[in-house]
């Protein structure tokens, strides 16, 4: 009797470790969005992975780090509860740096750990010959950017997946939709463009996504948190938003392997950062129902 294979696996660790490029690596395209600005990943982000019989679910946690919003409180239980759930779990750190400080109760979680958890060393193709560690299972240095140390990695996480049937079609490269990753390559654009706390105070929500239409057609609106910032994402004489369509448009296109017709518009949700209400309606992790002291 064949024997398939089935395990969650969480890629975790604090900002800008490489998590999101690793996912991407492992799962051949393009899905979670990366920048060179810290916690750009709001969002679990999934990428499904099939080896043969054995069925590897990625999920790409935004980064353990001190928040001091709702918002991020929300990002940081949404990847403790990440931790918690996975089969396995790769707690990623870059090669050339000392390991950092995590929240208490993630702490406790890696020391329970067991065997269920690896440490990832990162970024390895920005090391020398005389820096480059010397590693064993259950830890791995890898370059995301060259898929260096990937198979292996791989092939540890397959090992250790436990029996089970495949939860989705071998085909599948994630469980979110199209949708879910149009607005992050819009927000993936305006990390690149835009300065300083303008793309944390932007959020992206898809009104309207007809597949079906050639060019395909999306309306994607922005939401700021300012009247001051609206004027900024759409600069002197509509410069800004028009650049930034245009970016995520090519990244949109990429995706889709065909024409997009991309349309933005730009709203103020005022401190939808703080808000659970206004959390909610993006789409975006929630700590609490309850929105106490907003308005």
């Known amino acids: 009797m064949v024997t398939t294979r089935f395990a969650t696996v969480a890629l975790s660790g604090r900002p800008n470790v490489g998590k999101s490029t690793l996912l991407n690596q492992i799962v051949g395209e393009k899905l979670a969005i990366t920048s060179s600005k810290p916690q750009s990943t709001r969002q679990v982000v999934t990428g499904i992975r099939t080896e043969g019989l054995t069925q590897l679910v990625f999920a790409d946690l935004p980064g353990l780090f001190d928040p001091t919003n709702l918002m991020q409180s929300s990002m940081v239980e949404a990847a403790e509860a990440g931790l918690a759930d996975a089969d396995l779990v790769l707690?990623?750190?870059p090669a050339m740096e000392k390991s950092g400080e995590y929240p208490t109760q993630v702490d406790q979680f890696m020391e329970s750990a067991g065997d269920r958890l690896a440490l990832v060393l990162t970024k390895a193709d920005l090391l020398t010959g005389p820096?480059?560690?010397l590693v064993h299972p259950p830890a791995f240095l890898v370059s995301a950017l060259t898929g260096e140390g990937v198979p292996e990695l791989l092939e540890w996480c397959c090992s250790r997946a436990p029996p089970g049937s495949f939860g989705y079609d071998p085909e599948d490269l994630s469980i979110q939709d199209l949708r879910f990753f149009a607005a992050e390559l819009v927000r993936e654009a305006a990390f690149e463009?835009?300065?300083q706390e303008l793309p944390y105070a932007m959020a992206a929500m898809v009104d309207e996504f007809r597949e079906t239409a050639r060019p395909v057609y999306i309306r994607v609106t922005l939401y700021v948190e300012r009247d001051s910032q609206k004027g900024m994402l759409i600069g002197r004489n509509g410069r800004?938003?028009?650049?930034?369509?245009?970016?995520?448009?090519?990244?949109?296109?990429?995706l889709l392997g065909e024409q997009v017709?991309?349309?933005l518009w730009v709203k103020v949700l005022r401190q939808w950062r703080t808000r659970p209400s206004a959390l909610s309606m993006l789409g975006l992790p929630v700590r609490s129902p309850n929105e106490k002291g907003s308005k």
């Not at 650049?243 to 990244?251: E, N, P, S």
């Open 131 to 133: 820096e480059r560690p």
């Open 261 to 263: 017709y991309l349309e």
């Open 91 to 93: 707690l990623l750190q």
């Open 240 to 254: 800004m938003i028009q650049a930034l369509g245009q970016r995520a448009r090519t990244k949109i296109e990429t």
């Open 193 to 195: 463009l835009l300065e």
